[in-house]
């Protein structure tokens, strides 16, 4: 069973361009709450796994599809779940949509290396094999 | 002959995140510093083909490779290239490297459609097309 | 009787910087966050003032006081009130405390000004006018 | 003499919001730029400091008052003087004009504190006195 979670955020005012809507970087941000709201529910915190055991997720790869535009104020479910994880390397897929009308706003996905404070490759702990699916 | 062009940010403090390298996120704001310089450097402004002929490069797809970590007060040079272009969609590419070092940080593409101010579909003017190299 | 509401973010990762903590201009944008769902406590869509009656609330005046750090993944409430408001301008005061034990991480305040969508003054419509607490 | 720098950025995409200017809240990452380029006009890296001594600056307030909207792909001068130093204390301040026409866009200052890495309060180190004027 490949974990999965949605998480949701609201568009804020902030997020979007001159162009009327959200700018394209902010995915890969909101991206990243997915992510991290993903880990809870896997039972672990990430903000933990960096401090307790010096491990961190770096970003090797991201990337995103855009279908509908996102607006401010718009409701946002970011569904986000592990495609592939092994001791050294773990890839997220996302898919976020409107909650209002199911409209799929782009899909996405990053891959990520273990690495520890130093920036060097590291391999994940035992104890996070199951949370991770591995 | 593609159009191509480089030039030069200096990383922010704010572009940083806890992690202490650049946020994976930001590469993608780069890469629009890049591409509106790479349009200057065809000779128009983006700002003004979206003021005057009401012609947006909405964002349909994005990537990028992580190579190096980029660091807060590090020169980062951008270089942009339009890898294709016609009159319904254009894709760049971009390379981001330390200005000291040459190291290489990330590389990526974006592919985009010409939009309307309503966000639908519209062809390229014909003023523009050689400097898209259409 | 002043409007007052409350709301919840999570700490994102990309909205820490090196130091380890949030980026103080980050908190600008929590205020931002605060004051669009006073709007809705007050009973409007801060979007449907721009949309409908194009009114829009320039800040004119933005101060920010930071007693302690907010860090990742930290949730955050931010107490959002009207301190005073006419038919021109309308200030905002704020408070943000973290969730767990009700630390209070920054005050701060926005001045605003109605203008129109070509960024000239203008006054509060009429049917606004108690929501504001005018 | 109270140390001053000037400093040139241009207004990115990523910076405009729906209101067709700049978000308020990029004015303070531009503060940044800005008190980070003074350090090296002053003859000294920001990031040396943090790097090699651990001494951070930590904003305790932040003030910006907005005189004239910021445009995508302005360029804009950040003007950044001292106002007040001593060992523990350094105000900035700011103001920030368009290159084009010389408009003041926004002045603003920010208050910090000399701190750890355990972001405890400190005295700053006696080789950097001279440079902020203490």
Redesign the interface.
């Known amino acids: 069973m490949k974990p999965v979670n949605e998480t949701r955020i609201?568009v804020?005012?902030?997020e979007?361009?001159?162009?009327?809507?959200v700018?394209?970087?902010?995915f890969?941000?909101w991206m990243?709450?997915g992510r991290?709201e993903l880990c809870k529910a896997c039972g672990f915190?990430?903000?933990d796994m960096?401090q307790d055991d010096g491990v961190?997720l770096?970003?090797?790869?991201?990337?995103?599809?855009?279908r509908s535009?996102a607006r401010?104020?718009d409701e946002v479910i970011i569904k986000t779940c592990i495609e592939e994880a092994n001791t050294r390397i773990v890839i997220f897929h996302y898919e976020m949509r409107s909650a209002e009308g199911e409209r799929v706003l782009a899909t996405g996905h990053?891959r990520h290396v273990f690495v520890n404070r130093q920036?060097q490759r590291t391999r994940l702990p035992a104890k996070y094999h199951q949370m991770f699916g591995v």
């Open positions: 609201r804020r005012y902030a979007t361009d001159q162009m009327g809507v700018n394209s970087a902010n890969f941000i990243e709450v991290v915190n990430y903000r960096e961190f770096a970003v090797a790869e991201a990337s995103c599809r855009y535009p401010f104020d990053t920036m």
